[in-house]
T-cell receptor
């Protein structure tokens, strides 16, 4: 089945230790998104790619970076995680920007 | 904030009853979407309604859109225990914006 896959589902890291979260899709969608969601809050868009065109949200901290080496894969790099970065990180895709988004199951990040 | 509000923040009803959730927004939209999120999981798309549409149905779900009042509602009829989840509205604020802005969500609990 076509889907959005996120690995790992749970990630524990230490304060300040770089961590990478991955997302892959078999939907062949042009657009990929990364969201941060903290407990009982709305998903907050960090950045998105339209093909290889990278779009960063103005309030996304510099500590967060992203790579999209090909259509299928997208990575979220957190260079120096702080306690405030503990959250669920959601990857999503869409065929056309602004239309229906298909979400992965999320990666829950814990920072010790 | 361009998020708008969702109302109520939390809703508990008996199984079999109907559940209504509301979403308001502040600026013109191209489309409005509703998503469901089960606890600790990714979001699942339910319905997309465009700015020139007033009502859409999908199974037990009915979505209305009133652009003059800048509001939308999601009605779930004959609720089931499996409908227990958080429900989010998401707006594409204007055409070509390429992203969605999520509301704060309504936490729905169905009591068996």
């Amino acid at each position: 089945d076509a889907m959005v896959i996120q690995n790992p589902r749970y990630q524990v890291t230490q304060f300040g230790k770089p961590v990478t979260l991955s997302c892959s899709q078999t939907l062949n969608h042009n657009v990929m998104y990364w969201y941060q969601q903290k407990s009982s809050q709305a998903p907050k868009l960090l950045f998105h790619y339209y093909d290889k065109d990278f779009n960063n949200e103005a309030d996304t901290p510099d500590n967060f970076q992203s790579r999209r080496p090909n259509t299928s894969f997208c990575f979220l790099d957190i260079r120096s995680p702080g306690l405030g970065d503990a959250a669920m990180y959601l990857c999503a895709t869409s065929t056309v920007a602004g239309e229906t988004q298909y979400f992965g199951p999320g990666t829950r990040l814990l920072v010790l | 904030s361009q998020q708008g509000e969702e109302d109520p923040q939390a809703l508990s009803i008996q199984e079999g009853e109907n559940a209504t959730m509301n979403c308001s927004y502040k600026t013109s939209i191209n489309n409005l979407q509703w998503y469901r999120q089960n606890s600790g999981r990714g979001l699942v798309h339910l319905i997309l309604i465009r700015s020139n549409e007033r009502e859409k149905h999908s199974g037990r779900l009915r979505v209305t859109l009133d652009t003059s009042k800048k509001s939308s509602s999601l009605l779930i009829t004959a609720s089931r225990a499996a409908d227990t989840a958080s429900y989010f509205c998401a707006k594409e604020l204007n055409f070509g914006n390429e992203k969605l802005t999520f509301g704060t969500g309504t936490r729905l609990t169905i009591i068996p």
